[in-house]
């Protein structure tokens, strides 16, 4: 359960089932996850995003096995506080529905049904709105049936009280819904007001005091019934980075084409993934050869300019970076090819690049290099850099480089 609630987090059902089950397969226990290893876990969890999480799965079941003798914490509390990864959400869902503790979740499903019900109208990204969430869910979760009650909270949302199309003639809690009288009351027909007490958003009109009310910059509007609750979260936009990567290939060496893979670092973004060599760069106005020539170096050795081909672009946004990758590749042409990489590094084949560690931003870029294969395609016009590769000699940089690696003899990685 730990592990669906972790793969689940801002990952729908139907992408994480496939996932769920290989790992489940492979690491069956706490145990088995725990003595797995990082690269396994990043090359099982490639594609589903959000790496840290897989990788503080691992970590947490290695803290149970090595630390806590092997038990799981069985509190919301203990769960939280001794675990990796695990937040006050996921630390409820298996308090309430693993070990039936009365305790409360609140996911997006359950917020949206609440803001609802209380119509509560202030931005529930809020700390303070956050916290009365949560304290709501805690007065209402089931003492009883706890996990039942948490389960059947958030599919109340998921599949009744549904962010643009809510089917409130048959919703369960409808008599007990403020949005939904608001909206009942404010037909032409309605005579009466419902029965019960003043709504939220009507405990201080317009004075702007009310920390849970709608905001008076933006009141009640007709034309949205109950989706005027929840108010949309104020979101910053995504940080914009710009990066320039260079699919480094060798064609003749042995089993078919190699790539030249480098592995983040341990820690940040996509952290121990492996990636083309990249560099990050200045948003447009310079060029970012250069500067990928010389990060290509510190991995390959002297390297020829010249064969630099500019293949296009790429933008992949992240929770928080909207990161346009540049999208280069270099050749090497020489007839004796280069099997062993400096630490950091593999020459991987295609078919190993695509079960490998690495991300979905990568699958793009290599997408890219892809579509300009055969070499009919290498004189693009979206070359900037050079003539094609296949119009060169080798140049004596290569001779250089040939000399950087050991001779071919031995298997890749
Ligand atoms: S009555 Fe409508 S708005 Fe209220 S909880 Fe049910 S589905 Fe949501």
Redesign the pocket.
Known sequence: MWVSEVMLQQTQVATVINYYTRWMQKWPTLQDLASASLEEVNQLWAGLGYYSRGRRLQEGAQKVVGELEGHMPRTAEALQKLLPGVGRYTAGAIASIAFDQATAVVDGNVM??LC??RAIGADPSSNFVSQQLWSLAQQLVDPARPGDFNQAAME?GAT???PQR???SS????SL?R??QRVTREQPSASQSPPGGPDVEECAPNTGQCRLCLPHTEPWNCTLG?TN?PRKPSRRPPREEHSATCVLEQPRAPGGTRLLLVQRPHSGLLAGLWEFPSVTVAPSGQHPSKALLQELQTWAGPLPATRLQHLGEVVHTFSHIKLTYQVFSLTLEEQNPVTTAPPGARWLTREEFQSAAVSTAMKKVFRVYEAHQPGIFRGSRNSQVSAPSSCKKPSRGQQVLDNYFQPLNSAAQ
């Open positions: 949206r049904v609802r019900v109340l009744v009280c549904t809510p089917l409130c919703c369960p809690v409808h819904c949005a939904h109950v609750f």
